[in-house]
């Protein structure tokens, strides 16, 4: 008798696991169809509307997965998962999160033919090793002197994205900010840190444009007569307030007398002229200001000493933006007026407010560092403009990619399909539950050129039943072209990409999914 309840017991555990799997395997599916129409460059966007009525319209996998709504666990690790691809590879964030629900459509129906979850999961971690050593025979090496392979891996990047049309702006402007602050011979890596985006409202995507230097939105803070142009600029980063200081405790102060009154605003006139010509004495005349949340940091007396002074001021300068302008004026943050003096000063050979449609900016040009670059993003709307952002930043990651790992592949679904008909011959040549699981998993790639043609309005099924048959007769780099609506060399058509985009969506899919195999039970804790 105790023996049967003990059976009855194991059996309950096992339908329990069974079924906790299988919820976390539709919930993570479910994250995986939401994106799966954004996959390529006829995949559809996606309009967010957030509770606070903010809008983002875009196609961007990490984009679209953050801004949703997600409470299960395991539909949260594919959020993580497209989150971990955008850190990695920067591109490719669809694409991960689509394979990651393939595979676990595969899953699916190994569990239902009784294979035990530990022996997938380990024959699918094999099956990644062995796609990574396959993609890696295909990849073709890169020099990153080829400008031209660079710009095609870019142009690719953003075929899929809102902006595709301004690839032909966008492309040059990333590839010419990577290579400004790297060296080709001696870098293995890209510090994105060093390119600063800078977003104005108004004019099209097309006056987007790289400054050799600095970018700053807000105008020149000057009263009348003041400089708003100076070259062989000398240039002052502070930290302090130049207005009246403040006591540390509210306190209100009675004046009984008109005396009184002009001797207190004697001595803030004094005291303000006392910094101007502090800051004057040390040989600056551009001065940045950093915001102040206590007090104000200019007041309209100090701004008319500064303009007597032929001081150009540019006031609201971000804490976050602090160390990037250090770093390319090749300046001292000051924190207080006494430390003022030439050494802490930066250059720039010229300084000037420029009129750009409906306000102005302020350009600093001529500025002792090449490892940073600024690139002034120009969009009609706040949309667009969000989204030229997005773009321009991912296409930096992708040449960011091939800085890492110098090797391109095709595009267009050649990659996932040869990867299928290679792991698909390894699975013949295995035998037992490895040979089953590895077949599962070599056809789950076949999702990815089946989603490129169901986006592009073709019919899936007989092309990647041809696309299958290219590879076969040994077309290794024949691959979907969504413009042309058929299957072309894919390479010839310039439609490249980082092998690292690949590798990393491969090997990272792959984990995750077997993580969700290995969980048998959510428990919850108060």
Not at 203 to 231: C, I, W, Y
Not at 311 to 336: G, H, N, W
Not at 449 to 476: D, F, K
Request: charge should be neutral; charged fraction near 25%; aromatic fraction near 2%.
């Amino acid at each position: 008798m105790e023996g049967r309840s003990e059976s009855t017991s194991a059996r309950l555990d096992g339908e329990k696991a069974k079924d906790v799997r299988m919820s976390n395997i539709i919930a993570a599916k479910g994250v995986a169809d939401a994106v799966r129409t954004s996959l390529g460059p006829k995949g559809m966007d996606k309009m967010i509307s957030s509770a606070n009525g903010e809008v983002v319209i875009t196609n961007d996998g990490a984009t679209i997965l953050k801004q949703m709504e997600v409470n299960h666990p395991c539909a949260k690790m594919l959020v993580d998962l497209s989150h971990a691809q955008d850190v990695e590879a920067g591109d490719g964030t669809t694409t991960v999160t689509v394979l990651a629900g393939a595979l676990l459509g595969a899953v699916q129906k190994l569990l239902q033919k009784g294979i035990h979850p530990s022996r997938i999961a380990e024959s699918f971690l094999e099956g990644a090793t062995r796609a990574e050593a396959i993609l890696e025979k295909m990849a073709k090496p890169l020099l990153l002197s080829d400008r031209e392979s660079l710009l095609n891996s870019s142009n690719t990047a953003l075929s899929s994205k809102v902006v595709s049309q301004n690839s032909s702006t966008l492309s040059p402007i990333a590839v010419d900010a990577v290579l400004k602050i790297v060296d080709p011979k001696r870098d293995d890596n890209v510090d994105l840190n060093n390119i600063r985006l800078v977003k104005k409202l108004g004019g099209t995507v097309e006056e987007t444009e790289m400054v050799d230097g600095l970018v700053f939105t807000q105008k020149v803070a000057h009263s009348a007569n003041g400089p708003t142009r100076v070259a062989n600029a000398k240039i002052g980063l502070i930290q302090f307030c130049i207005s009246p200081p403040k006591t540390n405790m509210d306190s209100s102060i009675v004046i009984s007398d008109y005396t009184q009154m002009d001797r207190i605003l004697k001595e803030e006139r004094d005291y303000i002229l006392n910094i101007c010509k502090r800051i004057q004495k040390s040989g600056c005349n551009v001065l940045l200001i950093q915001k102040s949340i206590l007090r104000d940091a200019v007041t309209d007396l100090s701004l008319h000493y500064l303009a007597k002074l032929k001081i150009m001021v540019i006031k609201d300068i971000e804490r976050d933006d602090i160390e990037f302008i250090s770093k390319t004026l090749k300046c001292t943050p000051i924190a207080s007026v006494e430390s003022m003096d030439a050494e802490k000063l930066g250059s720039a050979k010229l300084v000037e407010e420029i009129q750009t449609g409906e306000g102005k900016i302020v350009k600093l040009t001529g500025v002792p560092s090449s490892s940073t670059v600024s690139v002034l993003v120009r969009g009609s709307n706040k949309l667009v403009l969000d989204e030229a952002e997005r773009s321009l930043h991912d296409s930096l990651c992708v040449i960011r990619c091939l800085v890492k790992k110098k090797f391109l592949i095709a595009g267009g679904g050649a990659p996932e399909i040869e990867l299928s008909l290679q792991l698909g011959k390894e699975a013949k040549a295995s035998e037992g539950l490895k040979a089953i699981c590895l077949a599962a998993y070599a056809e789950a790639f076949e999702v990815i050129p089946y989603t490129l043609a169901e986006n592009a309005g073709l019919n899936p099924i007989s092309i990647v039943t041809e696309l299958r048959n290219r590879h076969a007769n040994g077309e290794q780099n024949a691959g979907i072209n969504v413009r042309k609506g058929a299957i072309t060399n894919i390479l010839e058509e310039n439609v490249v990409q980082p092998l690292l985009v690949s590798t990393s969506a491969i090997r990272l899919a792959t984990e995750t999914v077997a993580m969700i195999l290995k969980i048998d039970d959510i428990v919850a804790v108060a």
